[in-house]
């Protein structure tokens, strides 16, 4: 985890420097504000110059709703901060930790946002007849700026929504260079590797393996993200399938692919502390033994680089580093995928501009910078994330070669993608059930 400063940003401080800063087209003096982040606000998005496409506005303001929280927030409106100066647009922003249930209040009492940040498709999917939906305009930087696999899940009964905001690249697996190194070992890029590995490491008696997958009331998706990971390296067809319901749930490729993740996790000579200590085990702790050498690997996605301790190293040849999840077959290149998709509630002029804004590779470029963050916009240069490990998973997110899945129990009804799925992982690490007993009861949980 990067080191946390205070930044303040302030657009003039005296009367000289504001004449300075209008000559340069930046933001007038009375633009002062301060930002908890920890990086920085590049040039080119202090010149208002920059901004001109957008329009000027006077007195409008432009609603944000979403489930970004804390220091992350203040990364986020810093990114858009000069637009809003210097269009005019008062972009005001409301994060929740409930945001599901909260929009849907929202919405249904007649005061939905004028944007929202929906960090499931699915979700988003249930609004279609209170959204706006994307303006030609806005499609052809959508169309430009992401894949066609990005854009699919911005769009509803054949018409574009949203734009992706985030991205996060999921089918990661942490683990110590340093430990490598010393070992002689090298990052296997097949599963068949991968399992290699892990018998060699566990022959020398160190566990190959950390899980956690306790998470409070929603213990038991990390689980969720195992299974995906393994079905997704199966076929994109297959996933599709699944995940969309032309197949059941228990159909016997699904039931493999849990008994597939089940020779890592109920594997005693491979889990840190034993399997039965799986779920009960925080995943924001989960992958911390790596540090202390008493495990080798930790399957969790790209966020986890800010669970780290604050003194840890987190880079290719440092304390700890991320490797893409292995796949089935030699040669493919696929990765599970979530994040958030900017949709409207308003038609007015201020929220389509501010639609078009969050789409640029302006938007995505600052906010690499302002703090970590990872985006699969394809015009941004990832060499200026803030990290090394946000650096490496947008250099994947935005590479066209890689097959992006959105994560699937988000696509799925929440009775089963947040619910019965995760308890169903608890009982089955715990060996409360076995596979197929599991996938049965998830499919008779599927909403009929």
């Known amino acids: 985890m990067s080191k946390t400063r205070r930044l303040a940003y302030i657009a003039a401080a005296t009367s000289a420097l504001a004449l300075a800063a209008a000559a340069c087209g930046a933001p007038d003096e009375d633009a002062e504000t301060t930002f908890n982040i920890r990086g920085e606000i590049p040039a080119e998005a202090e010149d208002c110059a920059n901004y001109e496409q957008y329009g000027e506005f006077e007195d409008e303001e432009v609603t944000i709703f979403g489930s970004i929280l804390d220091q992350e927030a203040d990364e986020m409106q810093a990114a858009w901060y000069n637009f809003g100066e210097c269009t005019g647009i008062d972009v005001q922003y409301e994060g929740t930790g409930q945001f599901e249930a909260d929009i849907k209040v929202r919405v249904d009492g007649g005061t939905a946002p004028d944007i929202a940040l929906f ?14 939906p994307a303006s030609e305009e806005l499609s052809g930087l959508a169309t430009e700026g992401w894949s066609e696999d990005w854009l699919n899940y ?8 949203a734009a992706p905001n985030s991205a996060n690249a999921k089918s990661f697996i942490w683990y110590s260079p340093t430990f490598f190194a010393d070992n002689g070992y090298a990052v296997p890029t097949t599963w068949d590797e991968l399992i290699t590995l892990s018998d060699e490491i566990a022959a020398t008696g160190v566990t190959p393996w950390c899980a956690g997958f306790e998470s409070g009331g929603a213990t038991g998706w990390p689980g969720t993200d195992w299974i995906e990971d393994i079905v997704l390296r199966e076929g994109t067809d297959l996933y599709d399938q699944w995940v969309n319901h032309e197949i059941p749930f228990n159909d016997p490729q699904i039931v493999a692919a849990i008994d597939k993740a089940g020779t890592v996790l109920l594997n005693e000579e491979y889990v840190y502390n034993g399997p039965d200590t799986i779920s009960s085990t925080a995943f924001q702790e989960g992958g911390l033994p790596i540090l202390d050498g008493e495990c080798a690997f930790y399957r969790m996605a790209s966020f986890y680089g800010a669970f780290w301790p604050e003194d840890t190293t987190v880079a290719e040849d440092g304390d700890v580093f991320a490797f893409q999840f ?6 493919d290149n696929t990765m599970l995928v979530g994040g958030e998709f900017v949709a409207a509630f308003s038609d007015s002029e201020a929220t389509e501009a501010t ?34 490990v946000n650096q490496f998973a947008t250099e994947i997110l935005v590479d066209p070669a890689v097959t992006v899945r959105f994560d699937g129990s988000d696509l799925m009804p929440g009775e089963v993608g947040a619910s019965s799925f995760w308890t169903g ?18 499919e008779a949980s599927w909403p009929q």
């Not at 960090?119 to 706006?132: K, T």
């Not at 911005?154 to 929504?161: A, H, L, Q, R, V």
């Not at 690499?368 to 200026?384: I, K």
């Not at 992982?425 to 998830?442: L, T």
């Open 425 to 442: 992982m608890v009982q089955w690490v715990d060996g409360a059930k076995d596979s197929q007993q599991v996938a049965d009861d998830i």
């Open 355 to 388: 639609r078009q804004f969050l789409a640029s590779e302006l938007y995505h470029s600052t906010r690499l910078q302002t703090g970590p963050w990872s985006t699969a916009q394809q015009a941004v240069d990832p060499a200026v994330a803030t990290t090394p």
């Open 154 to 161: 911005g769009t509803i009964d054949g018409t574009f929504y």
């Open 119 to 132: 960090p499931q498709p699915g979700l988003m999917a249930n609004f279609q007849d209170d959204l706006v």
């Open 326 to 331: 292995p796949e089935t077959t030699a040669g």
